[in-house]
T-cell receptor, first 112, second 115 residues
Framework: GESVGLHLPTLSVQEGDNSIINCAYS??????FIWYKQESGKGPQFIID?????DKRQGQRVTVLLNKTVKHLSLQIAATQPGDSAVYFC???????????FGAGTILRVKS | EPEVTQTPSHQVTQMGQEVILRCVPI?????FYWYRQILGQKVEFLVS????????KSEIFDDQFSVERPDGSNFTLKIRSTKLEDSAMYFC?????????????FGDGTRLSIL
């Protein structure tokens, strides 16, 4: 039968503004988290990661914040550019094992 | 920058036929993975492979699926008798070794269409 796709949340931002993409993860025992960017027709592209012993990590134009108390992860993109338009996924790795468990994704649209 | 490469980019196969999806992971990586993404849905884990054996597999990865690392560079996913519901994007990923988790790097996928 036909699959029903997920209705992904969409964040629309003006070029140059900052973007914040949020993710709630499921497993309190997860100890490693990654943000991926997926453009149309491409595979997930690694952006930034964070381990559970940290609450913040910065990269080039991106910052990841981890709040273990409420099982919340966010990705902040500074000075958003049209090339940032994509679907963004958070992913977690549970305490034992090394498979990625992906979230549903957020569509980021950047308006010029 | 090293990358994971997958072939073919699109595979069209009749239901019931066997299909082999191929991947060349990043050369010094030790952990290899297959994931799939049905159109409009989440990326789902299928299987992980380390030290020439499966280290973890999901419920999706049933007896119709198998993986192999036939030489030092290729990593393949075989679906023995394809079903309509196997239609999806299949992504290969690899990660380096080490004491703690390393980020998994993905290829651009193979679109599998079962007719």
């Amino acid at each position: 039968g036909e699959s029903v796709g997920l209705h992904l949340p969409t964040l629309s931002v003006q070029e140059g503004d900052n973007s914040i993409i949020n993710c709630a993860y499921s497993n309190s025992a997860s100890d490693y988290f990654i943000w991926y960017k997926q453009e149309s027709g491409k595979g997930p592209q690694f952006i930034i990661d964070i381990r559970s012993n940290m609450d913040k990590r910065q990269g080039q134009r991106v910052t990841v914040l981890l709040n273990k108390t409420v099982k919340h992860l966010s990705l902040q993109i500074a000075a958003t550019q049209p090339g940032d338009s994509a679907v963004y996924f958070c992913a977690e790795i549970p305490e034992y094992g090394n498979k990625l468990v992906f979230g549903a994704g957020t569509i980021l649209r950047v308006k010029s | 920058e090293p990358e994971v490469t997958q072939t073919p980019s699109h595979q069209v196969t009749q239901m019931g036929q066997e299909v082999i999806l191929r991947c060349v992971p990043i050369s010094n990586h030790l952990y290899f993975y297959w994931y799939r993404q049905i159109l409009g849905q989440k990326v789902e884990f299928l299987v992980s492979f380390y030290n020439n054996e499966i280290s973890e597999k999901s419920e999706i990865f049933d007896d119709q699926f198998s993986v192999e690392r036939p030489d030092g560079s290729n990593f393949t996913l075989k679906i023995r008798s394809t079903k309509l519901e196997d239609s999806a994007m299949y992504f290969c990923a690899s990660a380096g070794g080490g004491v703690s988790n390393q980020p998994q790097h993905f290829g651009d996928g193979t679109r599998l269409s079962i007719l």
